[in-house]
T-cell receptor
């Protein structure tokens, strides 16, 4: 069965600093991977996704993630944090089959220090 | 706006009661997912439907049930409610094809008193 582990339930960075949110997955077959963001009192919004092809995926708001099969990782990065990036971030995985369930990690709360 | 509509937005009810949460998926999406989000359990997958049929089941209690109707809207029924059922319940929909992402509604906040 697939699973997702997000390292660090809370990450705090200074405005302008690099953002790195870690995600490792477990899957016996090639996975599809997603990062979602949740702002307070809102639903989850897709940031980016990896299906096949290029392993470096660019998303909205300047975020990107790199799929590393050898490390079973899909870490999310942004070169320069902005105050508006403060939110909860979820990594998710689904398997290589139509209508497969999407499993989410436990989430990482990102705080931005002025 | 994700295109997924959930009603009601807020619900306050007493222990032992039964409630129904409703979800209208994005136009054209065949798959509907239900998730429960609470502070101590995080985002938990409950159940998934695809074109009217149950496709996957997660940590859904026996007191909970769901269905997807021919017009593809879905309902999540929660019965014999307990204080611990207080949470945010999200519905998401997707096209259901390989690699397609899920789009989330704004959620229904259920408070059991």
């Amino acid at each position: 069965a697939q699973s997702v582990t997000q390292l660090g339930s809370h990450v705090s960075v200074s405005e302008g600093a690099l953002v790195l949110l870690r995600c490792n997955y477990s899957s016996s077959v090639p996975p599809y991977l997603f990062w979602y963001v949740q702002y307070p009192n809102q639903g989850l919004q897709l940031l980016l996704k990896y299906t096949t092809g290029a392993t470096l995926v660019k998303g909205i708001n300047g975020f990107e993630a790199e799929f590393k099969k050898s490390e079973t990782s899909f870490h999310l990065t942004k070169p320069s944090a902005h105050m508006s990036d403060a939110a909860e971030y979820f990594c998710a995985v689904t398997l290589y089959s139509s209508a497969s369930k999407i499993i989410f990690g436990s989430g990482t709360r990102l705080s931005i220090r002025p | 706006d994700s295109g997924v509509t959930q009603t009601p937005k807020h619900l306050i009810t007493a222990t032992g009661q039964r409630v129904t949460l409703r979800c209208s998926p994005r136009s054209g999406d065949l798959s509907v997912y239900w998730y429960q989000q609470s502070l101590d359990q995080g985002l938990q997958f409950l159940i998934q439907y695809y074109n009217g049929e149950e496709r996957a089941k997660g940590n859904i209690l026996e007191r909970f049930s769901a269905q997807q109707f021919p017009d593809l809207h879905s309902e999540l029924n929660l019965s014999s409610l307990e204080l611990g059922d207080s949470a945010l319940y999200f519905c998401a929909s997707s096209a259901g094809r390989e690699g397609t992402e899920a789009f989330f509604g704004q959620g229904t906040r259920l408070t059991v008193v």
